[in-house]
């Protein structure tokens, strides 16, 4: 799908390179919290099952940010797992107010990021009712530090409950 949009674009977007993945939370915190946060993960995500998620058609991001995404079919259960594991998280990590987590409440896909609008503009009737059907099965949490691109991997998490 990436390789469509580049075509039609006749150039490489933002998100080109990007592994499929679906953000659970962006969080600024400090180096020093590191270590306690992967111990939380750690302990958290052994307690969680595996689960499936089915993606259903596409979405859009158009007010400025002119993303296209996949869209899964029910967000509730995606969306539970940072809620549970940003509360553990909480308990262990002092979180100072001014580093509030973003905790996604639209789980998502991305196909393209770093539109221009008329580019955006151009892209998105193609996707707008296209179908797309899709599943696959959650079964951990990677952990990235982004602070500049490409982002560091910290460590994946498994699912083991």
């Not at 107010?97 to 905790?103: G, H, I």
């Amino acid at each position: 799908m990436k390789e469509e949009v580049k075509q039609l674009l006749d150039r490489s977007f933002r998100s080109y390179n990007s592994k499929p993945h679906i953000t659970l939370w962006l969080i600024k915190m400090s180096d020093v919290h590191e270590l306690k946060m992967i111990e939380v993960l750690e302990n958290e995500c052994r307690s969680l099952s595996p689960f499936e998620i089915e993606l259903n058609g596409f979405g859009c991001f158009n007010l400025g940010s002119n993303v296209i995404f996949v869209k899964p079919s029910s967000e509730a259960e995606i969306v539970s797992v940072p809620q549970k594991l940003f509360k553990e998280l909480r308990n262990a990590v002092s979180i100072p107010n001014t580093s509030r987590p973003f905790l996604t409440d639209h789980p998502h896909m991305t196909v393209a990021s770093g539109l221009t609008k008329n580019e955006f503009d151009s892209l998105w009737p193609t996707y707008e009712d296209r179908p797309y059907n899709s599943s696959f099965t959650v079964n951990s949490v990677v952990l990235l530090e982004k602070k500049e691109p490409p982002f560091r991997f910290i460590g994946e998490f498994q699912f083991r409950g």
